[in-house]
């Protein structure tokens, strides 16, 4: 039975059930048509014979409730008869030929996802269409040869001065590693694992049909190509525990908030001597209460009363490091920016960003009279404000 007649034969229609009968409906069908079509009854009908082969055929199929499953999903995945062959004119759109679809899932496998499940035992044809169709990141191997290992990703919240600064940290990351005892292999220490008889250690089953190649993960070996006679009994014969890692990541000066950190081959190992996965560092960065960052500037911003935005001041202003002193020119309107070179992010290619210091002007919201005093007299000493244009608008308006 190839899945090329699964895909052509509707067996609920040969036997004349429903596609929900019970195993029970399927017997008493095929049981009264095996009967009605006996070739001992219809001697010399080749019509009554071809059904009969049908049912047994059919029978064999939904009796067995694996069988049943793989056939029901099988034909749901590809439409019955969407794909028919020999619907239309050779090599006309709606042919469908089965290799292409396993020749392509081979290839994915040997270019190996990321994020590929590498435990891949005892599994069916079911699960293989359905991961082919559940899209190609997760898609499981066909053949358990040497696999990349599962990207890992973490999470890692930096305080500000860290991320600013550049730092080292131990992340602690459990994942499943190819266990010791057995190096990953799945077989007890001093038996090695054989070649697979039935599949030669190809870990793929071929067969043809006329014009289609076929190629199936060998069910023997799942697909692995070898055999595991005496499990190791640390892993229990899968090769890999889960283990605790402590990998120390180095985060560059200057880490942003939201960035992501990759670090090649620090991933999962690989399975039978595939390469690791990649490991991803998502980076949080704690905000400070005082310091913000725009890319490599620090910003800081600074009140200052009105006299000393007139008078102009010596601010004394911290950094990450040193306090630095920032001169604020007499005549310094609110909101300007002051700049501290070199006292933001220190990049390692030896460029680094600004401490950038932005003026606020603070109003006093009550005086009292002395001071009131003074300002009058200040306001009676200084020029009006240039409001000129504006005064030019009001006088056309009355
Ligand atoms: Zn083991
Ligand atoms: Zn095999």
């Known amino acids: 039975m190839s899945s090329k007649d699964w895909l052509e034969k509707d067996f609920y229609t040969v036997l004349g059930v429903s596609k929900s009968a019970s195993t029970d409906e399927i017997k008493k069908a095929y049981r009264k048509l095996a009967r009605d079509l006996h070739p001992d009854r219809n001697p010399?009908?080749?019509?009554?014979?071809?059904?009969?082969?049908?049912?047994?055929?059919?029978?064999?199929v939904l009796a067995d409730d694996k069988k049943r499953k793989?056939?029901?999903?099988?034909?749901?995945?590809?439409?019955?008869g969407a794909f028919r062959r020999g619907a239309g004119r050779p090599g006309a759109g709606g042919q469908f030929d089965p290799s292409d679809l396993f020749g392509g899932f081979t290839g994915a496998t040997a270019a190996g996802g990321a994020g590929a499940d590498r435990r891949f035992g005892g599994t069916g044809f079911s699960d293989i269409f359905s991961s082919i169709f559940s899209g190609g990141a997760g898609a499981p191997a066909?053949?358990?040869?040497?696999?990349?290992?599962?990207?890992?990703?973490t999470e890692v919240t930096l305080d500000f001065t860290q991320a600013v600064r550049g730092t080292t940290l131990p992340l602690s990351l459990r994942t499943p590693g190819a266990c010791d005892t057995c190096q990953g292999n799945g077989a007890k220490p001093g038996t090695t694992p054989r070649s697979c008889p039935k599949c030669h250690g190809t870990g793929l089953i071929s067969s043809n049909q006329g014009s289609f190649s076929f190629s199936e993960p060998c069910r023997d070996c799942q697909g692995s190509g070898s055999i595991v006679d005496e499990k190791c009994p640390e892993c229990r014969g899968s090769g890999g525990v889960t283990k605790t890692r402590t990998i120390?990541?180095?985060f560059p000066a200057g880490v942003a908030d939201g960035q992501r950190i990759r670090l090649s081959g620090r991933g999962e190992p690989g399975d039978r001597g595939g390469p690791a996965g990649d490991l991803y560092v998502q980076v949080k960065v704690r905000p400070d209460e005082l310091f913000g960052r725009s890319g490599d500037d620090l910003t800081l911003t600074v009140p200052i009363t009105l006299a000393e935005a007139v008078l102009g001041t010596d601010?004394?202003?911290?950094?990450?490091?040193?306090?630095?002193?920032?001169?604020?020119?007499?005549?310094?309107?609110?909101?300007?920016?002051?700049?501290?070179?070199?006292?933001?992010?220190?990049r390692k290619e030896g460029q680094s960003g600004d401490l950038i210091v932005t003026v606020d002007v603070q109003i006093?919201?009550?005086?009292?009279?002395?001071?009131?005093?003074?300002?009058?007299?200040?306001?009676?000493?200084t020029p009006p404000a240039g409001r000129d244009r504006l005064e030019a608008r009001l006088r056309k308006s009355d």
């Open 315 to 346: 601010l004394r202003v911290p950094t990450l490091d040193n306090p630095v002193t920032l001169r604020v020119p007499a005549g310094t309107p609110s909101g300007r920016k002051l700049r501290a070179r070199g006292k933001g992010v220190a």
């Open 248 to 250: 120390n990541v180095r």
């Open 44 to 60: 010399n009908n080749k019509e009554a014979e071809e059904k009969f082969k049908a049912a047994s055929e059919a029978y064999d």
């Open 142 to 153: 066909g053949r358990r040869g040497p696999q990349r290992g599962r990207d890992v990703e």
């Open 70 to 80: 793989e056939y029901d999903e099988m034909r749901s995945l590809f439409g019955s």
């Open 364 to 381: 006093p919201s009550g005086v009292t009279s002395e001071a009131r005093d003074a300002l009058e007299k200040f306001a009676k000493l």
